[in-house]
């Protein structure tokens, strides 16, 4: 940023005329107008930077501590930058990672992380911690990274561990690429990546553990605890 050094007259010395006094001033306020308008333009574009560098996640309660490695991820002009260095054009969307790793999406439905080309993508979500990317492709098959799954009517992501719980088109639920069981009901705990799910006949599991017949269960987010009512409750 130029700087600019603008000179005041606080006090006239003696024996200048008022006409020479009011000069000075005129002087000093072009010098100011000058300055003024020399700043305009680079503070306009210092905001919009700003503005366009906008954060991976808006709430800061949902990112992992420490998040050293969060880049700074902006679009401009249909050009995505990380950390100031161009990933692609024609973006449209984009999710960070405090791994540095940056999913996005172009205007053709094409998914990127960072700079490889993943496929044609429906849907996708990265892993705050991991990096992991885990997407589903224009035919509605459940990817995670570069390694195919198999075609998911539903699926939820792990955000800090990076894994993915899915229901096949048959009802079967899958951890990754490992099947557990035909399902009714599953979640996933975000920080452990446990999955807990009722079977078709209201038995209760954790990940592969049968706990028994439940009524009701939840699932601690943090732990992967599992707290559930039997069904003679």
Request: proline residues 2%.
């Amino acid at each position: 940023m130029r700087h600019i050094a603008i000179a005041f007259i606080l006090a006239a010395p003696t024996g200048v005329s008022a006409a020479s006094l009011e000069a000075a001033k005129a002087g000093s306020l072009g010098l100011l107008q000058q300055a003024v308008g020399a700043l305009s333009p680079q503070v306009g574009r210092s905001t919009q930077e700003m503005r366009l560098r906008r954060a991976a996640f808006v709430r800061a309660q949902e990112l992992p501590l420490p998040c050293a490695n969060l880049p700074v991820v902006y679009i401009r002009n249909g050009t995505i930058y990380k950390d100031g260095q161009e990933l692609g054009s024609w973006a449209q969307s984009y999710k960070a990672s405090c791994s540095g790793a940056v999913a996005w999406q172009n205007s053709r439905g094409e998914l990127f992380k960072d700079k490889e080309e993943l496929g044609r993508v429906q849907g996708y979500d990265i892993s705050m911690v991991t990096g992991d990317v885990v997407w589903t492709d224009s035919y509605g098959v459940l990817h995670r990274n570069r390694q195919e799954l198999g075609r998911a009517q539903r699926w939820a992501m792990a955000r800090w561990t990076g894994d993915v719980a899915w229901l096949d088109s048959h009802g079967d639920l899958h951890k990754n690429d490992r099947e557990l069981g035909r399902s009714a009901e599953f979640v996933i705990a975000a920080h452990t990546g446990t999955v807990a799910w009722k079977d078709s006949w209201g038995e209760l599991y954790r990940d592969e553990e049968k706990l028994g017949r439940a009524s009701r269960f939840t699932l601690c987010e943090r732990t992967g605890d599992v707290a559930w009512l039997d069904s003679w409750r």
